[in-house]
Structure formats: C-alpha cells, structure tokens
C-alpha cells in the first residue's frame, strides 16, 4: 500500500496557484455545496411540492367537471408555478454538482493541457466563477421570472444562466486544445502518474464501478421496460379524467387523480434512483484518485471511505423505497445524504492540510 | 499518456462540449416554447372538456403527449450525453491500470466513446423518427457501455490480483 508521502507527482500538481490546486479545492466546494443544496431541496421543496401540485391539479380538474375553464387556467398555472419552482432547483442541484465534477476532473488534466501557466490559472478561475453563477441564476429563473426582460419569454435569471453555459463550454473547448496541442508535442512531457492508496483507493474504486454498473442496468432496466409505459398510461390516466370530468363522476376523477399521483411518485424515485446510484459512482471513483492527498490519519481516511460509500449505497436504495415507505424512506435517503456530504467534506479537509503541508515544505506560508 | 487514455480522455471532453452544447441550444432556443406548449395544451385540453368541446379537447392532449415526449427526450439527450462523458474522463484518468493489453484497451476505450455517443442519439433519434431505428441505436449504445465498462471492471480486477496498484 503506498503511504501519503509517496505522490511526489501530486504533490507537484498541487503547488500554490497552480490550476490543479484551484480545480480540485474548487469542484470538491461545488460538489459539497450541490449536495447540501439537494438535501436541503428534497426536505423542504420536494416533498412539500408533491401535495401542492396533487392539490392544484385536483382543482384544475374539479373545475373542468363544473365547466368552469378560467378556473382551470388557474388552477394550472399554480401547478406550472410549482413544478417550475421545483424544477429549477433540482436543475440548479444538477448543474453545481457536474460542474464540480468537471473542475475535479480537469485539475488532473492538467498537466496534459500545453498551455501557458498564467493561462491555464485563469481558464480555473473563470471556470470556477461561472460554475458558481450558473446555479445561482438557474436558482433565481423562478423568482426573478422576465421582470425587466428585453426577451419575451426568457428573463434576465435564464440569460445569466445560459451565458455562465456558454463560458463553461469555451473553456472546454480551450483545455481540449490544449490537449491537441500536448498530443502534438508541445509542453511538459512528463503528464502524472496516478498513484492509488491502497486499500481505501480500491474500496472506492471497485464500489464506484459497481454502482455505476448498478445504475446503468437499472437505467437499461427502465428504459425497456418502464419508459413508454409510464408515458402512455399518463396519457390514460389524464384522458379518462377528461372523460369522468365531462361525465361529472367525481368518485372516478378521485380514483384517477390518484392513480394520476402514483404514477408521478413511481417515476419520479425511478429516475432519482437511477441518477444517484450513478453520480456517486463517480464521486466515488474520483474519491479514489485523491485518496493518497487526503491528509489524516489512516483510521479517519478509513471511515471517511466507508461512510460514503454506505451513504452511496443507501441513498438510491432509499430513494426507490419511497414508492412503499413514503417519507420514512425520504428520510432515511436524506440522512444518506448526509453521510456522503460529511464524508466528501473530511476528504476536502484532508486535501486542504495536504496543500497546506506542501507550502508548509516550500517555505511559503506566512 | 497512452493510446487508450488519449481516446478516452480526448473522446470524453469533446463529448462532454457536445452535450453542453446541446444544452446550451436547447435552453435557447427550444425549452421554454416547449414547456410553454406543454403547460398550455394541457391546461386547454381540461378547459375545453369544462366548455364541453371533447373532440378539441382530446386534440389538445394530444399535442401534451407528443410535446411530452420530445421534452423528455431532450433533457435525456442532454443529461446522458453529459454524465457519460463525465465516466468517460474519470476512467480515461486510470484507465493504464486495467490489466489488458494496449491494443485491447485501445478496443475498449472505442467502444465506450461508441456507446456514449450513441446511446443520447438514439433517445434523440426517436423525436424526429419512428420505427425501430432510434430504439436500435440507443440499446447498441446502452449495450456498448456497460458492456465496456463490465470488461473494465474485469481488467482492474486482474489489475488487483496482480498487484500492480503501487
């Protein structure tokens, strides 16, 4: 097993304002402020959103059976109210998260990216503030809405969104030519050689793989069997609603409007499954890389791994439950949430008292 | 840098620009018209059932499910596309520790690329055609990288029996 000492090439990579320094500090914060965001998103938007958008809709419904069509309008705008305030920030939860794997990602690039250093510095921190102002504004769509907007239907929140995009794209278009340019001969040779922590590096790394594994079967599962399923019994459900508004049988709208939620739940902890089983694989991969940089004790490095990897497995597992255990099973997923959050932030820790050791070694601290 | 990690690493950021690109796009140009006709044709469809107009009515959810459909295959190509590349980069970074020769890594990091990119165009694929062409690009997508990534799986596994770790 190598020790924490052995990664002389990491230890390069990590030297004071080096692009890597910022890219792995900065998406580990991005990844860590994606996953407190998602929690905070399931606990207080998520569940309470369900019975407001099931409540809405019932209306809306209601309203079509007394012949009352500007009360259906209404009672739909509330539910596009709602689905939209939760929907942008369970896009802004996406959006912090990959971007932060992205940054992590490229902090290890970048000794393959023939680039001028002054350069690369800058493309990190550009891409570390747009990472930041992407979220945020994506956040924002829903309450900033098109309040002085010079466009009809997309307002100031969307524009700032789309062009912290676009920034992040550019940037990635640069490193890949920076790449080319290596392939082609320019810069430093030498590239890094990864280095593996032993035991708790093959933990991550062989859990990781699994539940991307996991994921993709479960996703292929889905995708065969359920996808066009789930697509044409909504319509089923919502054009016999029609039917039974128009007949006025509200005993069968009841039936159908929880038929209608069911399927909504259904689908719903599918794809959450799915998706979380496969991004905490990749945490867990890229956890695996920064392992021998994770300065602490063999015992806290130890319990850090299994305590995400037990989050990683439980979250998704909890998250499907939801569909027979309702909240319990929510809460459990949020408290699995938080055990991979904990366990990310001692890795952050743990990384920070490595770069602080490097400067430490260099003189440079104050 | 070997061969392998070159395809895997340069695939996986030139795909990663696609699918953001893609996103970029999408959230320009087509999103909000989509979710608006989305919102719209549903809301019309119960209106017109209160004003008793059930043909215009099952014609308005009639555009909600087509509308729905593209929606959801729009975000899938986006989402996919993204993620997979994200994979594609993570084991481009380790990938001279899977225990195979260069020239099968070589195989194994094509057909990954081949299945990342495949899989987001078949769902794409099934909005602008019908019949079993999408459905066939996407499975030969899906079936591609996971079984890329099994063999992966295998070859650090055999990585780790030989001791070839540190």
Avoid: C
């Avoid at chain 1, 159908?256 to 089983?277: D, F, N, P, S």
């Avoid at chain 1, 037990?310 to 499907?320: S, W």
């Avoid at chain 2, 209106?47 to 929606?71: D, I, L, N, W």
């Amino acid at each position: 097993m190598s020790s924490h000492a052995s990664a002389p090439e990491f230890t390069d990579l990590l030297k004071a304002a080096d692009p890597a320094r910022l890219f792995i500090i900065g998406g580990m914060f991005l990844v860590i402020a994606g996953m407190i965001f998602g929690d905070l998103y399931a606990v207080f938007i998520l569940h309470p959103n369900v019975g407001n958008i099931g409540r809405e809709m019932g209306a809306a419904v209601a309203a079509a059976a007394a012949g009352d069509p500007d009360s259906v309008f209404s009672h739909f705008g509330a539910v596009g109210n709602f689905l939209e305030n939760a929907g942008t920030k369970k896009d802004a939860h996406v959006h912090i998260i990959h971007a932060g794997y992205l940054a992590f990602l490229l902090a290890f690039l970048q000794p393959w990216v023939a680039l001028g250093r002054r350069h690369k510095v800058l493309l990190a921190k550009t891409f570390l503030w747009a990472s930041v102002v992407l979220p945020v504004a994506i956040f924002l769509i829903h309450y900033v809405g098109l309040v002085y907007s010079p466009l009809q239907s997309i307002g100031w929140a969307s524009i700032f969104a789309d062009l912290s995009g676009l920034v992040l794209i550019l940037i990635l278009a640069v490193e890949l030519i920076g790449m080319w340019r290596h392939m082609r001969g320019n810069g430093d040779r030498d590239g890094i050689v990864l280095r593996f922590d032993g035991r708790n590096s093959r933990a991550l790394l062989t859990g990781g793989i699994a539940l991307v594994l996991v994921g993709f079967l479960f996703g292929a599962y889905y995708a065969g069997i359920h996808l066009q399923e789930h697509e044409s019994r909504e319509l089923i459900i919502l054009a016999d609603l029609m039917e039974q508004a128009s007949a006025q049988e509200s005993a069968a709208l009841d039936q159908g409007l929880a038929a209608y939620g069911g399927l909504q739940v259904e689908r719903a902890v599918m794809i959450a499954a799915h998706a979380h089983v496969i991004e905490f694989g990749l945490l867990a991969l890229m956890m695996a890389i920064v392992q021998p940089y994770v300065f602490l004790s063999r015992v806290w490095r130890r319990r850090l791994v299994w305590m995400m990897l037990g989050g990683a497995v439980v979250l998704p597992v909890a998250v499907y439950s939801e569909m027979w255990y309702g909240l319990l099973a929510g809460g459990v997923a949020d408290f699995a949430g938080l055990m991979v959050i904990l366990a990310l932030f001692g890795m952050l820790i743990g990384v920070l008292r490595h770069t602080g050791k490097v400067d430490a070694e260099k003189g440079e601290t104050s | 840098m070997t061969g392998s990690q070159k395809i895997l690493l340069t695939g996986g950021l030139a795909l990663a620009i696609l699918g953001m690109a893609y996103g970029f796009w999408y959230a320009v140009v087509d999103e909000h018209p989509t979710l608006e006709r989305m919102g719209v044709s549903l809301a019309s469809a119960f209106a017109e059932v209160a004003k008793g107009e059930m043909s215009q009515a099952r014609e308005s959810m009639k555009v909600y499910g087509e509308t729905r459909f593209e929606y959801i295959r729009e975000v899938h190509t986006h989402g996919h596309l993204v993620a997979l590349s994200t994979l594609l980069l993570v084991l481009g970074l380790f990938f001279n520790q899977v225990a195979f020769s260069e020239r099968i890594r070589l195989y194994l990091a094509s057909l990954l690329v081949f299945g990342t990119a495949a899989l987001p165009l078949g769902s794409l694929l099934e909005i602008f055609l019908t019949g079993p062409v999408p459905k066939a690009v996407a499975l030969l997508g899906s079936v591609s990288v996971i079984g890329g990534l099994a063999a992966v799986t295998a070859g650090l596994a055999l990585s780790a029996e030989r001791s070839r770790w540190d």
